[in-house]
């Protein structure tokens, strides 16, 4: 077996041959579809006929998997016989590429800014942390107020002062699912290593730390273990919640009074607040929060919207034929809410709807490539009653004129405010909202979506004040 796995991978090279078969994937799929989806494929091996394909992210993996694993491996077999299956897999965060690579994906550290960051690629090693993330830096953070004094922390723990005492120790960051905290943690690592290359940092979430442990308790090599943690002088812990067992968390606290002694700095980061890990003794708790404990809330309108607009000029590097007006933005940061991974998510498919009906990027048109991402329960707690009722207090329009079949400047400026926000607060179709705007046809109700997004984009008041209705519907 080995000796076939050895002789295919002598007679083809996977990177020569990725080059190749990469020309023959953008001519075949086109040049748009290409950049918007197959720039971050990456091989990795060929093993008893399966070749194995990597991407950044599991949407990116579905995506292709359901649409184009037939068509990939109907290329990659021209060029590789032996091939007679694919396999596409998420990588890791900051994973070490394959060499030779022409991917623009996720790039791991070079070798100049890591050589003192410690992680790896297994994920069953003792003796390095877990993968950072090329993308987490403090550049690409938004800041809003919500996460403005985990930011600030985040950036005076990767920034001291020359000859001062370290301030936060531990800085303990805590807050939803998606806010932000693993992006800190790496831009804390990586500016820290810009400014003090010689400084020696170790990376970990819970769950590689306790593994690693159980790992060295059962080959009775503890002691190598805790040599990892010796020298290092920046220590960064991801999930907190995580660390399970209480031999792990003796393990841990040992650790910790050993840096903490010697005044190397923590920075740890879970969901909750240390007084709410309840897997953690009332010793660890009480130490954890001896630091500096920072909440990061739930990401806001402008937080989303700034995630949104670094998004979307990361895509323009790679296709700037794409075109999202502000009103698409907007209309993204006010449904999506739960988390910046879901936003990003929400724009991959927008654009990747884009490039297979070649239509232009709208609101209607965001509307439907997202609609299984919002919950029915959001999608009911706005009515169409509901937007009628604030229209005609906010304008002093009765209800039956904004229903009638008036023109009036005065009529239809509201109903046409009113078709907007009933499109994008609810989940009724073009049709449905036109019935219920006095028997409209729904390219009526397109009509008044479109010019109200082209107002948003170009008038600062009007959009302040469709944004105020939108708020006062949400309350």
Same mark, same amino acid.
């Given at each position: 077996m080995d000796s076939a796995i050895d002789s295919v991978n002598k007679k083809y090279n996977v990177q020569d041959s990725w080059k190749i078969v990469n020309k023959s994937l953008r001519i075949q799929v086109g040049e748009d579809l290409y950049n918007s989806w197959f720039t971050r494929l990456e091989p990795h091996k060929i093993e008893n006929g399966v070749l194995?394909?990597?991407?950044?992210?599991?949407?990116?993996?579905?995506?292709?998997?359901?649409?184009?694993?037939?068509?990939?491996?109907?290329?990659?077999?021209?060029?590789?016989?032996?091939?007679n299956r694919v396999e596409l897999r998420v990588r890791n965060h900051g994973e070490k590429k394959s060499e030779n690579s022409n991917s623009d994906g996720y790039a791991s550290a070079n070798n100049n800014s890591s050589q003192n960051i410690q992680f790896t690629d297994d994920n069953t090693s003792a003796n390095n942390g877990t993968p950072l993330d090329r993308r987490y830096t403090f550049n690409n953070y938004v800041v809003g107020r919500s996460n403005a004094l985990a930011h600030a922390a985040a950036m005076r723990v990767a920034q001291p002062q020359r000859n001062t005492p370290i301030e936060f120790n531990p800085l303990y960051i805590h807050g939803p699912v998606g806010t932000g905290k693993t992006h800190l943690l790496n831009a804390i690592a990586w500016e820290t290593k810009a400014r003090n290359p010689d400084r020696n940092i170790l990376f970990l979430s819970a769950v590689r730390f306790m593994s690693s442990f159980v790992e060295a308790v059962k080959s009775k090599d503890t002691i190598s273990f805790k040599k990892i943690f010796a020298d290092v002088d920046l220590l960064l812990i991801d999930d907190m919640q995580f660390l399970q067992g209480k031999a792990v968390q003796q393990e841990f606290c040992h650790i910790f009074n050993a840096l903490d002694t010697s005044k190397h700095q923590i920075v740890i980061a879970g969901d909750s607040p240390p007084?709410?890990?309840?897997?953690?003794?009332?010793?660890?708790?009480?130490?954890?929060?001896?630091?500096?404990?920072?909440?990061?809330?739930?990401?806001?309108?402008? =937080?989303? @919207?700034?995630?949104?607009?670094?998004?979307?000029?990361?895509? *323009?590097?790679?296709?700037?034929? #794409? +075109?999202?007006?502000?009103?698409?933005?907007d209309f993204l940061a006010r449904r999506i809410q739960s988390s910046g991974r879901e936003l990003e998510g929400a724009?991959?498919?927008?654009?990747?709807?884009?490039?297979?009906?070649?239509?232009?990027?709208?609101?209607?048109?965001?509307?439907?490539?997202?609609?299984?991402?919002?919950?029915?329960?959001?999608?009911?707690?706005?009515?169409?009653?509901?937007?009628?009722?604030?229209?005609?207090?906010?304008?002093?329009?009765?209800?039956?004129?904004?229903?009638?079949?008036?023109?009036?400047?005065?009529?239809?400026?509201?109903?046409?405010?009113?078709?907007?926000?009933?499109?994008?607060?609810?989940?009724?179709?073009?049709?449905? =909202?036109? @019935?219920?705007?006095?028997?409209?046809?729904?390219?009526?109700? *397109?009509?008044?979506?479109?010019? #109200? +997004?082209?107002?948003?984009?170009?008038?600062?008041?009007?959009k302040n004040s469709i944004v105020s209705l939108e708020n006062s519907l949400k309350e």
């Open positions: 194995t394909l990597s991407l950044p992210t599991l949407f990116l993996k579905s995506w292709i998997k359901s649409r184009y694993s037939d068509k990939l491996l109907e290329i990659w077999k021209a060029e590789i016989p032996e091939i007084s709410k890990l309840e897997m953690l003794d009332d010793r660890m708790k009480s130490r954890l929060s001896g630091g500096l404990v920072a909440q990061i809330g739930p990401t806001d309108f402008d =937080i989303r @919207r700034g995630i949104l607009e670094k998004k979307l000029a990361q895509t *323009l590097r790679g296709n700037t034929r #794409i +075109e999202i007006s502000s009103a698409v933005l724009m991959n498919r927008i654009i990747a709807a884009h490039s297979l009906n070649k239509r232009p990027i709208t609101v209607e048109e965001a509307a439907v490539s997202i609609q299984d991402l919002i919950s029915e329960e959001q999608n009911r707690q706005i009515m169409i009653e509901d937007v009628l009722r604030t229209i005609s207090g906010h304008f002093n329009v009765t209800r039956q004129d904004i229903l009638s079949s008036r023109r009036h400047k005065t009529i239809v400026y509201p109903r046409q405010i009113g078709m907007y926000l009933a499109k994008i607060l609810t989940s009724r179709s073009l049709p449905e =909202i036109g @019935r219920k705007f006095g028997g409209r046809d729904h390219t009526t109700v *397109l009509h008044a979506v479109r010019k #109200i +997004e082209r107002l948003i984009a170009s008038d600062d008041s009007i």
